[in-house]
């Protein structure tokens, strides 16, 4: 039985009434694939005027007017893959006069265009979420303010430009040069996408800051731009050469020790070219491949965001913004390897596998002194010299070389016959206490290496780096029982009441509410299952550069890297940026507040260092007398610079060099 126009009321009724859609004042909107979940009285009589159109094709929505029988069908063929999609045609039809109009917007230069799509259907739609997103982030910015200047694309882009916003899929993304129109259809220009460098690029100088260059590192820049990071190195001492499509075509294209492609696969917009790219630079590679890229990043302030020191965005440019994750499988899977983050956007990749697992182990070794001598034997100073670098090794792997690890072996073995008896030397004139210390750390480092080694595949013991199978065999017994412990130790993790009652133990960091904070510098002294903990987060994202305070949350799986700038210097450092990384989800939020007229300050630094760190003695002392003077009673009114100030000021006091005036 067909729906007839005199039972309009029933039908104005069930619209406002209806949990499936968008609704407006005047019409009800909904995606044809949740069609099926309207009051059936709807689903009658949108039947009738899809009859009465003799409508075959499909449309995207359907727009139920309110205030008279009438029904539009609206094409929007964009829908899925535009985050805000132009209207292409609309067929009207009036089931009370049995009419059928048609609209057609193809060519029209100001089109209509949808904005919250997430409304138009149910929560089970595929894509639901990614709609849902990037309608909190674009609420989060304003821009779905004022609804009456949104609704056709040339407003919509106008105020895209004036807030210098743009879309990556669907996300909202602020380029590092904000003052640019709106992204057009245009040819793309690569090359327009170089900066002049004031400095070494980013990737170069964590690599560099890493000590993986050599002294006689040659290094080559694949897409090399103006020459910045080329110039730079070569004026450090390392033979450097770069190759650029557009600035320096004739340049050869050689291989190196160190071969840079930074930020370059984000500016190709063929999938194919894109894919060459990477891979020419890898065969270019001897040693090292630095791949970089730009990455999308939530910002508290800004919404979504490109995270990144290579692209300078402008009309005739084009790039692809990744996830961390996503761009690290893409380097694996185009190079079949197993790509090294050491920071946001900025991957390595070895040549060789063993010289791999080298870097990642070293990342987990706790910084450790070699043994004071204190008791001067006259057998122990005749052989000083030829000792000192078996008690640096010792130091550095927790155990005793094996044949051919050490440079000074044929000299000890000559005098001492085996490497035990020259230690046995050692142990009479040190602590034998501080050297079952070291053992102890060791194999704890161990444990945590190969615990998150198991997130991306261990090496098997025929590919492990020889000296860590040697430290697995004098420290665990064998390279198998270490990997077993290792992943007892790894299921830890999952225990946030355990993560919690360890974080709540701990001699060094700052207890807060739910979590723990500590200085970067002491995160090698915590228990091992804490190491793990705050090891989940930096071996994707490796960590915020700069940072030096570290906040382990055990009341949610999260991990947050802060970066005070002159923390060493400045008695009360401010907040500049933060990087949080949810354990579950694997997102990151990054937040910067260089422009915050009133940032957090850091307050009770010595808590956040070990007593062995070189201004803890300076930080106490200070606290102490902030203490006494009943400076941080109020920890809410002190907590952001401008209370801080007036406390200081209310108190008469100033702090200059960690001392009160």
């Given at each position: 039985m067909k729906v007839i126009t005199n039972e309009f009321t029933v039908i104005a009724d069930r619209c406002q009434k209806s949990k499936v859609g968008k609704l407006l004042p005047n019409a009800l909107y909904v995606h044809t694939d949740a069609l099926k979940f309207l009051d059936p009285v709807l689903q009658r009589y949108e039947t009738e005027a899809r009859e009465l159109a003799e409508i075959f094709e499909n449309a995207t929505i359907v727009k139920f007017a309110i205030d008279r029988p009438k029904i539009s069908y609206l094409y929007y063929p964009d829908f899925n893959s535009d985050p805000h999609p132009k209207l292409q045609k609309s067929i009207i039809v009036d089931l009370k006069n049995k009419q059928v109009f048609q609209r057609q917007y193809q060519n029209c230069d100001n089109p209509p265009i949808l904005h919250r799509?997430?409304?138009?259907?149910?929560?089970?739609?595929?894509?639901?979420?990614?709609?849902?997103?990037?309608?909190?982030?674009?609420?989060?910015?304003?821009?779905l303010d004022n609804s009456r200047v949104i609704g056709t694309l040339q407003q919509w882009q106008q105020l895209l430009f004036d807030h210098g916003l743009d879309f990556a899929g669907h996300h909202v993304v602020c380029p590092l040069n904000n003052n640019y129109p709106v992204k057009k259809e245009v040819n793309v220009d690569q090359h327009r996408a170089a900066l002049h460098r004031t400095e070494l690029s980013r990737p170069v100088k964590l690599v560099l800051e890493a000590e993986l260059f050599s002294p006689d590192s040659s290094f080559f820049d694949y897409g090399c731009g103006h020459g910045g990071d080329v110039t730079r190195l070569a004026e450090l001492g390392y033979p450097s050469s770069g190759w650029d499509p557009h600035y320096c075509p004739d340049n050869p294209i050689k291989a190196a020790d160190i071969v840079n492609l930074g930020?370059?696969?984000?500016?190709?917009?063929?999938?194919?070219?894109?894919?060459?790219?990477?891979?020419k630079a890898w065969s270019l590679t001897r040693n090292i491949l630095i791949v970089s890229a730009q990455i999308l990043v939530n910002n508290r302030q800004k919404g979504v965001l490109a995270y990144g020191d290579g692209i300078l965005t402008s009309p005739n440019t084009w790039q692809k913004y990744y996830e961390q994750e996503e761009l690290k499988t893409?380097?694996?899977?185009?190079?079949?390897?197993?790509?090294?983050?050491?920071?946001?956007?900025?991957?390595?990749?070895?040549?060789?596998?063993?010289?791999?697992?080298?870097?990642?182990?070293?990342?987990?070794?706790?910084?450790?002194?070699?043994?004071?001598?204190?008791?001067?034997?006259?057998?122990?100073?005749?052989?000083?010299?030829?000792?000192?670098?078996?008690?640096?090794?010792?130091?550095?792997?927790?155990?005793?070389?094996?044949?051919?690890?050490?440079?000074?072996?044929?000299?000890?073995?000559?005098?001492?016959?085996?490497y035990r008896r020259a230690f046995n030397l050692i142990l009479q004139s040190t602590d034998k206490n501080k050297w079952d210390a070291i053992k102890e750390k060791r194999r704890q480092d161990l444990l945590v290496y190969l615990a998150l080694g198991n997130f991306q595949g261990r090496p098997t013991i025929r590919k492990?780096?020889?000296?860590?199978?040697?430290?697995?065999?004098?420290?665990?017994?064998?390279?198998?029982?270490?990997?077993?412990?290792?992943?007892?130790?790894?299921?830890?993790?999952?225990?946030?009441?355990?993560?919690?009652?360890?974080?709540?133990?701990s001699a060094i960091g700052k207890q807060l509410q739910g979590a723990i904070a500590i200085h970067i510098s002491a995160l090698d002294k915590l228990p091992p299952l804490l190491r793990v903990y705050e090891g989940c987060a930096s071996r994707v994202y490796g960590s915020l550069e700069k940072a030096n305070i570290v906040k382990l949350y055990y009341n949610r799986p999260k991990i947050s890297y802060l970066y005070y700038p002159d923390f060493d210097t400045v008695a009360h450092p401010t907040l500049k940026t933060t990087m949080e990384?949810?354990?579950?989800?694997?997102?990151?939020?990054?937040?910067?507040?260089?422009?915050d007229p009133n940032p957090p300050v850091l307050h009770r630094k010595d808590a956040l260092v070990a007593p062995d760190y070189p201004h803890y003695s300076k930080f106490s002392q200070l606290i102490r007398q902030e203490q006494e003077l009943g400076l941080l009673a109020d920890f809410n009114a002190i907590r952001r610079l401008q209370g801080w100030q007036k406390c200081l000021q209310n108190n008469k006091i100033t702090i200059s060099d960690h001392k009160i005036y």
């Amino acid at each position: 039985m067909k729906v007839i126009t005199n039972e309009f009321t029933v039908i104005a009724d069930r619209c406002q009434k209806s949990k499936v859609g968008k609704l407006l004042p005047n019409a009800l909107y909904v995606h044809t694939d949740a069609l099926k979940f309207l009051d059936p009285v709807l689903q009658r009589y949108e039947t009738e005027a899809r009859e009465l159109a003799e409508i075959f094709e499909n449309a995207t929505i359907v727009k139920f007017a309110i205030d008279r029988p009438k029904i539009s069908y609206l094409y929007y063929p964009d829908f899925n893959s535009d985050p805000h999609p132009k209207l292409q045609k609309s067929i009207i039809v009036d089931l009370k006069n049995k009419q059928v109009f048609q609209r057609q917007y193809q060519n029209c230069d100001n089109p209509p265009i949808l904005h919250r799509k997430e409304t138009f259907v149910t929560q089970d739609y595929p894509l639901y979420q990614e709609f849902a997103q990037l309608t909190a982030e674009e609420v989060t910015l304003g821009l779905l303010d004022n609804s009456r200047v949104i609704g056709t694309l040339q407003q919509w882009q106008q105020l895209l430009f004036d807030h210098g916003l743009d879309f990556a899929g669907h996300h909202v993304v602020c380029p590092l040069n904000n003052n640019y129109p709106v992204k057009k259809e245009v040819n793309v220009d690569q090359h327009r996408a170089a900066l002049h460098r004031t400095e070494l690029s980013r990737p170069v100088k964590l690599v560099l800051e890493a000590e993986l260059f050599s002294p006689d590192s040659s290094f080559f820049d694949y897409g090399c731009g103006h020459g910045g990071d080329v110039t730079r190195l070569a004026e450090l001492g390392y033979p450097s050469s770069g190759w650029d499509p557009h600035y320096c075509p004739d340049n050869p294209i050689k291989a190196a020790d160190i071969v840079n492609l930074g930020y370059i696969i984000n500016v190709i917009d063929d999938v194919k070219e894109r894919r060459e790219a990477l891979e020419k630079a890898w065969s270019l590679t001897r040693n090292i491949l630095i791949v970089s890229a730009q990455i999308l990043v939530n910002n508290r302030q800004k919404g979504v965001l490109a995270y990144g020191d290579g692209i300078l965005t402008s009309p005739n440019t084009w790039q692809k913004y990744y996830e961390q994750e996503e761009l690290k499988t893409y380097i694996d899977n185009v190079l079949e390897v197993n790509a090294i983050a050491i920071a946001l956007g900025v991957f390595i990749v070895f040549r060789d596998s063993k010289q791999a697992e080298q870097f990642r182990a070293s990342r987990f070794i706790s910084r450790l002194k070699t043994p004071k001598v204190y008791r001067e034997l006259k057998s122990f100073e005749d052989y000083q010299e030829l000792l000192i670098p078996l008690m640096e090794f010792y130091t550095q792997r927790g155990r005793l070389p094996v044949k051919g690890e050490l440079g000074e072996e044929a000299a000890i073995k000559e005098e001492f016959k085996t490497y035990r008896r020259a230690f046995n030397l050692i142990l009479q004139s040190t602590d034998k206490n501080k050297w079952d210390a070291i053992k102890e750390k060791r194999r704890q480092d161990l444990l945590v290496y190969l615990a998150l080694g198991n997130f991306q595949g261990r090496p098997t013991i025929r590919k492990i780096a020889p000296e860590i199978k040697e430290d697995a065999k004098a420290l665990l017994i064998s390279y198998k029982q270490a990997c077993l412990l290792a992943d007892i130790l790894l299921l830890g993790v999952s225990n946030l009441e355990k993560i919690g009652d360890l974080c709540q133990q701990s001699a060094i960091g700052k207890q807060l509410q739910g979590a723990i904070a500590i200085h970067i510098s002491a995160l090698d002294k915590l228990p091992p299952l804490l190491r793990v903990y705050e090891g989940c987060a930096s071996r994707v994202y490796g960590s915020l550069e700069k940072a030096n305070i570290v906040k382990l949350y055990y009341n949610r799986p999260k991990i947050s890297y802060l970066y005070y700038p002159d923390f060493d210097t400045v008695a009360h450092p401010t907040l500049k940026t933060t990087m949080e990384v949810d354990l579950q989800s694997l997102a990151v939020v990054y937040n910067d507040l260089s422009d915050d007229p009133n940032p957090p300050v850091l307050h009770r630094k010595d808590a956040l260092v070990a007593p062995d760190y070189p201004h803890y003695s300076k930080f106490s002392q200070l606290i102490r007398q902030e203490q006494e003077l009943g400076l941080l009673a109020d920890f809410n009114a002190i907590r952001r610079l401008q209370g801080w100030q007036k406390c200081l000021q209310n108190n008469k006091i100033t702090i200059s060099d960690h001392k009160i005036y």
